[in-house]
């Protein structure tokens, strides 16, 4: 029985078919679909926002884990609450009362996510990681798909294992940017919980079978 969650993104799907591509993560041995909101700001990319959403849900039946690249989130957390998100995650970088975001995150019902550009050191969690259901590790520099992993997630993974361990936190690991089946393994073995996958499902001859790999692999 495979534990490590595979979370498809969507921003590598094909927007003139994306009821296509949602149902494909429907049928497929996925457990999340993770959705990428980016608002031109806090990241040099605008990707999509409530309207589209709006569709993804109509479709999709698992869990949306709604990734939010934008300034101020706080502007924004009923809206996507409304919108049917069950993990709501934010950037640690666009916030400055995080506890505060956190709580509110999870007063509309949904899990609360945070995560972390690959500058951002992990200890800065430290006060608040009790508060934190899903740590997202960001593996690329966040805007864009299609890139490179950054080798130095494996530390960071491990650092924020141990962090959780200490505090005696349930908060899970979430890896997004550059994850393929060359590590996927290494990552679940330095702790994480789930792996996020945008081009290497995508952009594959048959996606539901690179997710089936992808789990297999993750273990
Ligand atoms: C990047 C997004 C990712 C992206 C991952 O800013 O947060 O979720 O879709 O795409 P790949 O898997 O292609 O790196
Ligand atoms: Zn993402």
Known sequence: MSKTKIAPSLLAADFGNLQQDVEMVNNS????????????????????????????????????DVHLMIVDPDRYIKTFADLGASILTIHYEACTHLHRSLQAIKAEGMLAGVALNPHTNVSLLENVIQD?????????????????FIENTYNKVKALKELINK??????????GGVTS??????????????VAGSFVFKSENPTQTIEELKNIAG
């Open 29 to 64: 041995n996925a457990d999340w679909h993770h959705i990428d909101v980016m608002d031109g700001v806090f990241v040099p990319n605008i990707s999509y926002g409530m309207p589209v959403l709006k569709a993804i849900q109509k479709h999709a039946t698992k869990p949306l």
């Open 182 to 195: 060359k590590n996927a393994a290494a990552l679940t073995n330095a702790g994480a919980d789930v792996l």
């Open 167 to 176: 505090k005696n936190a349930k908060t899970l690991i979430e890896i997004d």
């Open 132 to 148: 934190i259901d899903v740590v997202c590790l960001m593996s690329v520099n966040p805007g864009f798909g299609g890139q490179s």
